[in-house]
């Protein structure tokens, strides 16, 4: 159910029959638990998000985007330094809002792992919500790598069954080949229509995602791999908040200390914990 300024929010015909808002309101409505907003302005920009992180998964389906794991990263030598860890840091004097979109204009020159590739979802749907204006203004030092992200992002994670289109789920593989550690997992976006995108296995239903992981299994493995109730979602209230920045706002922020581990398709969670014990 939603909740906008305490009252009960009934769906009404604000969104087009059949439109990806649409769809994700009713979803929201029928669902046990309580979605809060301070106002229906914030309600539509979480609306706008999902969708566009929606189709910034799909383009990504598109594009040429490699899976490697972080010792075959690759990227745009135009935009990003490539690090000895295997992560890209923005060159200075380059945009954000450029290097982020070089990245699906140039997909062919990127190679990366699938939650790198879910932080640059992300980042491609937010600047498509924003503008590229604030976009620049708020995200100026990027550095992509794993699960980490700029703390204006507010990535966080969630235990829930409920899950949301625009949501970034957890497929975990708890016996996979150590010979193929990358296969430990899939961080992949839910959907409009019920599918999944993972970077490296494509778009598909839980089941093909699940089959695709249990083909990396060691020999002998009994446990299937399984859809976890992990979530990971920006903070889109937060992100609302950023929208209506006048044009005078300077980010003032520290930086996250960045945690280089090497393990390809760990859970945004699992890269939270790494962060509490560094």
Known sequence: MIHIAEMNFQPSNMWPFGSTERLIVQQMHEHPVVYSYQSLGELSFELKLRKNIIVSARAMNQGYAQFQP?????????????????????????????????????????????????????YHAVLNSLGEYVFNRVFKDLYLYSWHADPELGIHPLNTSYFIPGDVVYFNNPEFHPETPWWRGENAV???????????????TAEQMIQALNKARRPGSKQSAYLTNLVMRPSFKHLAKLSMLPRSYMAYKI????????ESSISGNRYLVYCHYR
């Open 190 to 204: 839910v959907l409009e229509d019920g599918a999944y995108f993972a970077h490296g296995v494509g778009i598909g």
């Open 255 to 262: 930086q996250p200390v960045v945690i280089h581990h090497n």
């Open 70 to 122: 972080f010792s075959h990263s690759r990227c745009n030598p135009e935009y990003w330094y490539l690090t000895n860890a295997g992560g890209f840091q923005l060159k200075p004097g380059v945009r954000p809002s450029d290097a982020i979109q070089d990245i699906y204009i140039n997909s062919s020159l990127y190679a990366f792992e699938c939650a790198t590739a879910q932080v640059i979802i992300y």
